[in-house]
């Protein structure tokens, strides 16, 4: 029997032009259009893609990168931006389905940046815009908080039902479960091209063992572990997709911060792959370089594999458990009440992404969802 979709989906292990938008997004319009015409109906791109993902946070005392925060700031963008508009249009003409992961600038502060993605569709709409919601370790230094308005599963009919969580959300248990509440048949993960845990030189490497201090993050293992468990506990297909740190990248890093070269050197960079219902690795990966990594998902696999655990159907405790997700968009603006500001935040809000040639719907909230499903209570 088969009733659900089958899925062509591409996962992009890229990397940016360093903290350079336009460039950045000329290549992601490269990356889309490559996609399509291998048939992929959904195409996702890393953590922060655009422009870069602040790697120096990691690496050097925030004193010491001031320059790399005001770089990162000034290309960052606004979701009513151009930038977003074209890639919008590039998924309409191309007729594909795109996850892509930006830095996103506030309007109310030239300072506040959050790490944000949107899901857009095949007809050019903005079906999810999400902000991660809380910064992992020293990307706190760069990061706002996000909130719960992008924590929804979207009815995608082509894709599927399809969720995302950005990097690290992965190891949020009750971020996750609000994702499996909703009916979630398709997992999208999004990481950095490494993940510096620990300071390394020549003199702490030499005679070095697995559990001496000077063993790094496994960036891969870790990342691939935290998708598995949630495909296995959800039952469903996971994408992950992870940014590539190319010579270029490096360089950047190491002209600021020479003192990084043998910590990056030590790390393992991420990779772009596919994880069955079973927390299985099926289709094409990418790791170690630039590339796209395909495969074809059958999403009536999903259905198996709930007869033994289905955590949102039989075998929950909806008298035990409670989880109640708010999912109530945080601006600035949210402090002013008065009837002029209140109309301008109206207006700004359904101006995401338009021009003469998108309607109002473009905006729209993804249908069904504005109700509790299998003991998740939306506010």
């Known amino acids: 029997m088969s009733w659900l979709p089958k899925v062509r989906v591409a996962a992009c292990n890229v990397s940016p032009v360093f903290l350079d938008t336009a460039k950045t997004v000329q290549k992601t319009v490269g990356l889309i259009q490559e996609a399509a015409r291998n048939r992929a109906d959904l195409v996702v791109f890393p953590e922060t893609y655009i422009p870069a993902y602040p790697l120096w946070a990691g690496l050097a005392a925030p004193i010491d990168n001031h320059h790399f925060f005001t770089r990162l700031a000034h290309q960052s963008l606004l979701i009513t931006g151009p930038e977003i508009r074209t890639l919008r249009q590039t998924c309409a003409q191309a007729k594909i389905f795109a996850h892509i992961g930006f830095n996103e600038r506030s309007s109310a502060s030239v300072g506040c940046l959050w790490n944000s993605a949107v899901l857009i569709s095949d007809k050019g709409e903005i079906l999810n815009h999400q902000r991660k919601l809380v910064p992992t370790w020293y990307e706190k230094l760069i990061w706002a908080n996000g909130d719960g308005a992008g924590l929804r599963v979207v009815d995608t009919e082509r894709c599927g039902k399809v969720g995302a969580l950005l990097c690290g959300e992965n190891t949020n248990p009750l971020a996750r479960w609000s994702l499996m509440a909703q009916g979630e048949q398709l997992h999208i993960t999004t990481w950095p091209p490494v993940w510096p845990t620990r300071r ?11 559990s001496s201090p000077s063993k790094q993050y496994d960036n891969l293992a870790a990342n691939r572990t935290r998708t598995s468990a949630h495909c296995f506990e959800a039952k469903c297909f996971g994408v992950m997709s992870s940014m590539y740190m190319d010579k270029v990248f490096r360089d950047e890093i190491l002209a600021a911060i020479p003192s990084a070269e043998e910590t990056l050197d030590s790390l393992t960079q991420g990779a772009s792959l596919f994880i069955d219902p079973t927390g299985t690795q099926v289709g094409e ?21 709930k007869q033994f655990h289905d955590v949102v159907g039989y075998y929950q405790r909806f008298d035990v458990f409670d989880l109640k997700v708010n999912r109530e968009r945080l601006e600035a603006q949210n402090a002013f009440r008065d ?10 809000a359904s101006a995401v992404g338009s021009d003469e040639t998108w309607s109002q719907e473009s905006t729209r909230e993804p249908s069904g969802l504005g109700h509790g499903v299998g003991g998740l209570k939306v506010l």
């Open 200 to 210: 390394v030189s020549s003199s702490q490497t030499q005679g070095s063992t697995a």
């Open 339 to 348: 009837d002029e500001v209140v109309a301008e935040v109206g207006e700004r």
């Open 285 to 305: 990966s990418v790791v170690g370089e630039e590339g796209i990594a395909y495969a074809d998902l059958d999403l009536n696999a999903c259905v198996e594999p």
